[in-house]
């Protein structure tokens, strides 16, 4: 029985979500324009792979765009992530689509729960994201790395 508990527990995503706990902020990028739209938002990202995350806020409306319920099945309308560089490079970005989201009942500091999916990544971007869970990764315990 403990074996199978072990197995189902298991992390069995070709990309694993790794536990990172980052600030960012967030905000809809219009693919039309390129460029930004007015509003932002703070958050949060946890649970992180190279293929998505899980966004913390408590910001669902932006500026008049829901994050779900607008969300744009064509993609002039995207989600642009900016994680703030701490050594004065410039911030990381990347886009991403809102898969889902749930409200926490309980009392937290960030109440809504998005689900991302990252899209548009170059080959050199994923590179770049993987050396960056790489280097705010918490170490895993028993000695073994797992491949993202």
């Known amino acids: 029985m403990k074996a199978l508990k072990k197995f189902l527990r298991k992390e069995r995503r070709h990309y694993p979500r790794h536990p990172i706990y980052t600030e960012v902020e967030f905000y809809i990028w219009d693919t039309v324009t390129r460029r930004p739209r007015p509003n932002r938002a703070k958050g949060c990202l946890t649970a992180v792979s190279v293929k998505g995350a899980c966004l913390q806020?408590?910001?669902?409306?932006?500026?008049?765009?829901?994050?779900?319920?607008?969300?744009?099945?064509?993609?002039?309308?995207?989600?642009?992530?900016?994680?703030?560089?701490?050594?004065?490079?410039?911030?990381?970005?990347?886009?991403?689509?809102?898969?889902?989201y749930n409200k926490r009942p309980e009392r937290r500091r960030y109440q809504f729960d998005v689900r991302l999916q990252f899209v548009n990544l170059s080959s050199e971007e994923m590179k770049n994201m993987e050396k960056w869970i790489r280097s705010i990764s918490p170490p895993q315990s028993g000695g073994e790395s797992e491949p993202l």
């Open 57 to 100: 806020t408590n910001e669902l409306l932006i500026g008049g765009h829901h994050l779900l319920l607008d969300n744009d099945p064509e993609g002039k309308a995207v989600l642009m992530i900016e994680n703030p560089s701490s050594s004065g490079e410039p911030a990381w970005k990347v886009q991403a689509n809102v898969i889902s």
